[in-house]
């Protein structure tokens, strides 16, 4: 507490003195936490690098066979150019999943995320049943949904078409229901109170909000579908995985380089066509 000097009058008398109280707030508590925080993911990571308990990480083995990473580094820094046009057909082919992919996952995925999501999906038995679905949907790796539709459905574009609408479903649900339940319930609330049934609620107040999310989460999951594509065919699933398969089986890294380049090409534009799109959806 401070106490202030009594000020003299208009007249040479003095005022009564004024009291003045300086209040300082206490300190904010749990300003350990995040010290706390840091020092069990230093201790984790400590932990998984240890010989004993954790992965037995060492720089050894990477001073040891450097030599191998540096010898297929060089053959990628030359690419086989002669090699474009057999990459042709399987680039195409690649696309082709990926958009096929994007627009069926989309279609499913718009109202899905609207029975995910806890504004536009009251009933709480229906939601939970959707989002336990989704969860084990999105569980399991795409490369594995692949590597069993090829076994059912046989060696092509087809399983890796159903493994990446698996998998974008997974995704965009999750994205956009997110959204949906950080939107303002305002519009919705007064549609219900309306008397509009679910169905004219969503349509009327929920899509106009939901459309931008949408857009860009869908947009994303195709610049993902184009990589992802690639990968399935590892597993015998179309498109340019299976020509990697076989140019990696003989060893043939300029001819992989060139793969490696054309991707990099594809995902670059297929960003920047989206980026573009996106600015003018917000």
Do not use: C
């Not at 004024?18 to 993911?41: D, E």
């Not at 718009?110 to 504004?119: D, G, Q, T």
Request: hydrophobic share 55%.
């Amino acid at each position: 507490m401070t106490t202030a000097a009594p000020s003299p009058g208009p007249a040479g008398t003095s005022a009564p003195a004024t009291a003045l109280t300086l209040i300082i707030p206490p300190r904010p508590r749990g300003r350990w936490k995040p010290w706390v925080a840091v020092a069990v993911v230093l201790v984790i990571t400590l932990i998984t690098f240890s010989p004993q308990w954790g992965i037995a990480f060492s720089f050894e083995a990477i001073a040891r066979n450097w030599q191998n990473g540096a010898g297929k580094i060089a053959l990628l820094l030359v690419p086989d150019w002669s090699f474009f046009p057999r990459t042709i057909p399987p680039l195409i082919e690649t696309l082709q999943m990926a958009v096929i992919a994007t627009a069926m996952g989309a279609i499913i995925s718009l109202p899905l995320s609207l029975w995910a999501a806890r504004l536009t999906n009251p009933h709480p038995v229906l939601r939970g049943v959707v989002r336990t679905v989704l969860n084990i949907v999105r569980a399991v790796p795409e490369l594995l949904y692949a590597a069993i539709l090829v076994a059912m459905v046989g060696v092509g574009a087809l399983p890796g078409i159903i493994a990446l609408v698996l998998f974008n479903v997974g995704i965009i649900v999750k994205l956009v229901s997110e959204a949906i339940e950080s939107n303002d319930a305002g519009p919705l609330e007064a549609a219900r109170a309306a008397g509009g049934t679910g169905a004219q609620v969503n349509r009327a107040a929920a899509l106009p909000d939901v459309w931008p999310a949408f857009a860009n989460q869908s947009l994303y999951v195709l610049e993902l579908n184009v990589r992802a594509s690639t990968v399935l065919g590892l597993v015998g699933a179309g498109g340019l995985g299976l020509l990697i398969d076989a140019v990696r089986t003989f060893y043939r890294y300029d001819q992989l380089s060139l793969i490696i380049l054309e991707i990099l090409v594809v995902v670059v534009v297929i960003d920047v066509i989206s980026s573009t799109i996106r600015k003018r959806l917000v």
